[in-house]
């Protein structure tokens, strides 16, 4: 029996070689093997969902909740959106071999940069199944070699989604071993593959704050990641009150086991007699329970607000629920919004509801996170969603990618110099 050892530095070995023949692969032929993914994906539809049925099987024997089993489903709805995103990617621009910023200099040569493959890139994520296909599809547009480890929960149908891979890179005449797939559930493959530098250039997280923790401790190979989603929607008096109870309601009860989910609500005070009765009620309507300030339950009770409150601790203000709870506080208005978001938020997504221009554009400056929006639900917080074709992670980091990672994510820039012959003196 092969150790996991042996195994992971075999995966390793077999994607480095991969990497440089997708470094010099021709966007036609990266392209072609998307499609053969996408066709093969919905040629194979009814064995993908049997596959996993016995995976969600597995995850419910196990105990695990209704947000975890969430992400583990692919429904026909997500086989579409894998499907379209395939698409997507391959009508993409490659970015592989752009030359940007070309200048002339005094000595006569020209300097720009050339936009390059990552090289070999490590992805470990948990319950997604989607993310195998997402990571696939963005890994090979770019250039790049993939070392996939999904979850133990998701294993059936990551296997089988690992074959139509294959299928598809061998159609194009690329490698196969381009995209491996970890086919091991044993933990030991984690700390394998995070330590690999000779190998891998790059780990790309996916999950939970255990997994994230682990990895920041352990990993020697760099990595692009993404912690907690504690994401917030701040209502301010110059709302629109139709816009703010449909993005919020929106934001928090349209998924609630995603990162980009609304976890704390913020309202101006001089809006909260009007909007906050409103909103509650809204939410009690989806049995989201509420942790509210001691403002926030002076007002509800006031209108006599008739669904049940729960006060909020200090902790709330830095949890992420991925679940029907949401917690809500009353500020004075935008300079105290926007400090609370600051002092509290992961930096991954935030949003303003105003009508305030001016107003907007401070929170747009201010606020100190990866993606910030205006009159828009956080949910919009997605590679898909942003035109990126798909994502590979959202990242919270500010060092080469933050937010939705796409393709230009996963590349680097090398400079390129353009010469007649000239010397330096």
Known sequence: M???????????????????????????????????????IERDRAELKDANARDLARARDKGHDAAFIDRLTLSDKALNTMIEGLRQVAALADPIGEISGLKFRPTGIQVGQMRVPLGVIGIIYESRPNVTIDAAALCLKSGNAAILRGGSEALECNAALAKLISEGLEAAGLPQDAVQVVSTADRAAVGKLITMTEYVDVIVPRGGKSLIARL???????????????????????????????VC????????????????LLIARGIAAEALPLLAKAFKAKDVELRVDAASRAVLDHARHDGALVDATEADWSTEYLA??????????????????????????????????????????????????????????????????????????????????????????????????????
């Open 216 to 246: 920041m401790e352990e990993a020697r190979v760099p990595m692009i990641k993404h912690l907690d989603g504690i994401c917030h929607v701040y209502v301010d008096d110059r709302a629109d009150l139709t816009k703010a109870l449909n």
């Open 324 to 425: 029907p709870v949401l917690s809500i506080k009353l500020v004075d208005g935008l300079d105290a919004a926007i400090d609370h978001i600051n002092t509290y938020s992961s930096h991954h997504t935030d949003a303003i509801i105003t009508e305030d221009h001016d107003r907007a554009m401070r929170f747009l400056r201010e606020v100190d996170s990866a993606s910030v929006m205006v009159n828009a639900s956080t949910r919009f917080a997605d590679g898909f969603e942003f035109g990126l074709g798909a994502e590979i992670g959202i990242s919270n980091d500010k060092l080469h990618a933050r937010g939705p990672v796409g393709l230009d994510g996963l590349t680097s820039l090398k400079y390129v110099v353009f010469g007649h012959g000239e010397i330096r003196n």
């Open 2 to 40: 092969t150790s996991i050892d042996e195994y992971m530095t075999g995966l390793g070995r077999r994607a480095r070689r991969a990497s440089r023949a997708m470094a010099r692969a021709s966007t036609a032929a990266k392209n072609a093997a998307l499609d053969a993914i996408a066709d093969a």
């Open 249 to 264: 309601d929106n934001a928090k009860t349209h998924r609630y086991g995603t990162c980009n989910t609304m976890e704390t």
